[in-house]
T-cell receptor, first 113, second 112 residues
Framework: DADVTQTPRNRITKTGKRIMLECSQT?????MYWYRQDPGLGLRLIYY???????NKGEISDGYSVSRQAQAKFSLSLESAIPNQTALYFCATGGANPYNEQFFGPGTRLTVL | DAKTTQPNSMESNEEEPVHLPCNHS???????IHWYRQLPSQGPEYVIH???SNVNNRMASLAIAEDRKSSTLILHRATLRDAAVYYCILRIYGGSQGNLIFGKGTKLSVKP
């Protein structure tokens, strides 16, 4: 089984709808991250969490919120989706040392009509 | 800003070595150089990282210039599976808690 899983893998929704993307990990890592990727570009950091009680905004947090329900679970919500949030979303985890490698999930492709 | 400069694309032949360059002229003394790659339709995966000395692992080698203003990721024998976008990333020690800042990367094509 994959170490980092994301659900759903694909989602099509309409403008104004609330959407939740979920991420689970079995690596036992404290650090979890949400990134978005637009076509032809690298990933940009949305939010990150260093433990259950710690949530931090990344480069592009406007329009998004997160919840760290447990060490293994980190959810990303779009309260009112808009078309320019159409993108590929990746969850990642990292160990206690922030400079060690991050492990990425397979991604969620979100389309907002 | 990503603070690294990479060519947009490169081509290689299968089973030949590939040298992927990266310029990072503004690197600080404590910044680590990380490489990730993203295979088609997948999330990024870690390849290698280093600080000052050259590094080798099962996937690749990392050659770091003496002044640290550039580095080269070396794939010793490219395979079709190595076709991916390769990202060179500076991890800034002490800043943003080591968060990854991705640029556009280099798209590597491997020809049979």
């Amino acid at each position: 089984d994959a170490d980092v899983t994301q659900t759903p893998r694909n989602r099509i929704t309409k403008t104004g709808k609330r959407i939740m993307l979920e991420c689970s990990q079995t690596k036992g890592h404290d650090r979890m991250y949400w990134y978005r990727q637009d076509p032809g570009l690298g990933l940009r950091l949305i939010y990150y969490s260093f433990d259950v009680k710690d949530i931090n905004k990344g480069e592009i947090s406007d329009g998004y919120s997160v919840s760290r329900q447990a060490q293994a679970k980190f959810s990303l919500s779009l309260e009112s989706a808009i078309p320019n949030q159409t993108a590929l979303y990746f969850c990642a985890t990292g160990g206690a040392n922030p400079y060690n490698e991050q492990f990425f999930g397979p991604g969620t492709r979100l389309t907002v009509l | 800003d990503a603070k690294t400069t990479q060519p947009n694309s490169m081509e290689s032949n299968e089973e030949e070595p590939v040298h992927l360059p990266c310029n990072h002229s503004t690197i600080s003394g404590t910044d680590y150089i990380h490489w990730y790659r993203q295979l088609p339709s997948q999330g990024p995966e870690y390849v290698i990282h280093g600080l000052t000395s050259n590094v080798n692992n099962r996937m690749a080698s990392l050659a770091i210039a003496e002044d640290r203003k550039s580095s080269t990721l070396i794939l010793h024998r490219a395979t079709l599976r190595d076709a991916a976008v390769y990202y060179c990333i500076l991890r800034i020690y002490g800043g943003s808690q080591g968060n990854l800042i991705f640029g556009k990367g280099t798209k590597l094509s491997v020809k049979p």
